[in-house]
DNA sequence: CTCGTTAATAAGCACGCGCTCACATTATCT
DNA sequence: AGATAATGTGAGCGCGTGCTTATTAACGAG
C-alpha cells in the first residue's frame, strides 16, 4: 500500500510487437552510458540515436534508470551464464580456473561497452536494483571462491586467502573491460589466454606450459 | 587566437589566502564525484558541503570540471609520488616489484575515495585534460613494465608479455579502489600484502615464503 | 589613507533535464 | 468490420543545471 507501482518488479516481457523498438532503445542507451555514463546521458539523446521520440523512449521503459536495470540485470545474467558454463566444462579446480578466467575475461573485453556500464554505472541504479544485481556479484564472487578452495583440498591450490584471491581474479577480468580499447594491440583473446596463465600461477605458483 | 581563456592551463595555485576555501570545495567535489560521480554532482551540492554559496566556488575554480582536473592531476601525482618512492626503495627487481604493488594497493584501498574518482570519472575532462592525465598513466605504466623487463633480463621473472602483465598488475591494485569498503574484513595493509605475494607469484611464478 | 586585488554574496539567465499528456495511428483479435 | 490494446508523436510542464552579473566587504602594498 502506498507502494510506486513505477520502476518496480522484474524486467519487462511484454508482447513481441515491440521487442525490436527495445533493443534499439537498450543499444543506443548501453552506448551513451557507457560513453557519456549514466548521469551524462539525457533521454533525448537515446531516443534520437534509436531514431524515435523522446516520448517513444516511455511507451517501453517507465524511467531511464529502467534501461540502466534492463541492461544491467541481462548483463549480469550472460556473465552468470558464461561462468557456470565455464565451469561446467572443467572436470577438476585446475581445468575450471583455467576455462572460467578465459571466458570471464574474453567476455570483459569483447564486451567492454556492455563490462563498462554494469561494473562502473551501478551507481545509477535506485537502492532496490542495486541490491538486486548485488546478490549477482555475491554469487559471482562464490563461485570463483569454490573453485578456490576445492583446488586446496585437492592439494594442487597454494591459496592462503581464497576470499581475497577470488575478488583478485575476478578483479583483473572485470578492469579489462575499463582499459581495453578497440584496434589496440591485443585481441580478447590474447588477453584472455594471458590471463588464464596468471591465474594458473596465482593458484599453482608454477610456471605452465 | 581565439582560444577560450577558461579552464586551461596547469592547475591554479593563486595566494595564500584562499588555500583553505579552495581546499574544502576540493573535499567536498571529491566526495560528492565519488559517491554521485560528476555528471551526478550540481555545484550548488558542492558549494553547499563546503559552507559557500554557490557562486564563491566560481572565484576558485572557473568551472566544475576544473575541479574535476585538480582533483585528477594531484592525485596522479600523488600516485606518482608514491610508485617512485617505492622503486627507489628496492635495490633489485623483486624488491622493487615488491615494494610498489605493497604500496600501490595500499593507497587505492586507503584512499578509495579519490581514486575512484581519479580512475572511473576521467570522463568527465576536457578531451585537453583527460590527454594530460593520458600521460602520467602512461609514465605509470612505463614505469611497472620497466621493472618487469630488468626482472626478466637478471633472470629472476618470468614474464613472457611484460607490457600486459603491467598493466594486469596495475589493474588489481585499481581495482580495489571499486569494490573496497571502509569497515570491510580487510585493512588497506592486509589487501596490500596479500597483492604484494600474488605479485610475486605472477612474477616468479614460484610460492613465496 | 588610498588603491587595486581577492573573496564572497544574492539574484537571475538561458537552457536542458526527466517525464507527462492529449491525441493519432497501427496491428491484432473476435 | 469493429472493438481493443499497443505503439507512436508534438508540445509542454516544472524544475534543476552550469554559470554570470552587479555589488559589497576585507585585505595588503605603497
Redesign the pocket.
Known amino acids: 500500500m502506498g507502494q510506486k507501482t513505477?520502476?518496480a518488479g522484474r524486467p519487462r516481457r511484454?508482447?513481441?510487437?515491440?521487442?525490436n523498438?527495445r533493443a534499439r532503445l537498450i543499444d543506443a542507451a548501453l552506448e551513451s552510458f557507457s560513453t557519456r555514463s549514466f548521469?551524462g546521458?539525457?533521454?533525448?539523446?537515446i531516443?534520437e540515436a534509436a531514431?524515435?521520440?523522446?516520448?517513444?523512449?516511455?511507451?517501453?521503459y517507465?524511467?531511464?534508470?529502467d534501461l540502466l536495470y534492463q541492461i544491467s540485470y541481462d548483463g549480469h545474467l550472460e556473465i552468470e551464464g558464461v561462468v557456470l558454463d565455464a565451469v561446467a566444462r572443467g572436470s577438476s579446480p585446475k581445468e575450471q580456473l583455467a576455462e572460467v578466467m578465459y571466458d570471464f575475461t574474453v567476455w570483459h573485453a569483447r564486451s567492454h561497452t556492455r563490462a563498462r556500464v554494469i561494473n562502473y554505472e551501478l551507481g545509477g541504479l535506485t537502492p532496490e536494483h542495486r541490491e538486486e544485481i548485488a546478490t549477482f556479484r555475491r554469487r559471482l564472487e562464490a563461485t570463483m571462491r569454490r573453485i578456490l578452495v576445492a583446488g586446496v583440498e585437492e592439494g594442487g591450490f597454494l591459496v592462503p586467502d581464497p576470499s581475497m584471491t577470488a575478488l583478485a581474479l575476478l578483479s583483473l577480468g572485470i578492469d579489462v573491460s575499463r582499459w581495453y580499447r578497440d584496434n589496440g594491440r591485443w585481441t580478447p583473446e590474447d588477453i584472455g589466454e594471458r590471463y588464464r596463465y596468471l591465474a594458473l600461477r596465482i593458484a599453482l605458483g608454477l610456471p605452465q606450459k
Open positions: 513505477k520502476s511484454s508482447n513481441v510487437r515491440g521487442e523498438t548521469h546521458t539525457g533521454t533525448r539523446d531516443a531514431g524515435m521520440s523522446q516520448a517513444a523512449m516511455y511507451v517501453h517507465p524511467t531511464k534508470e
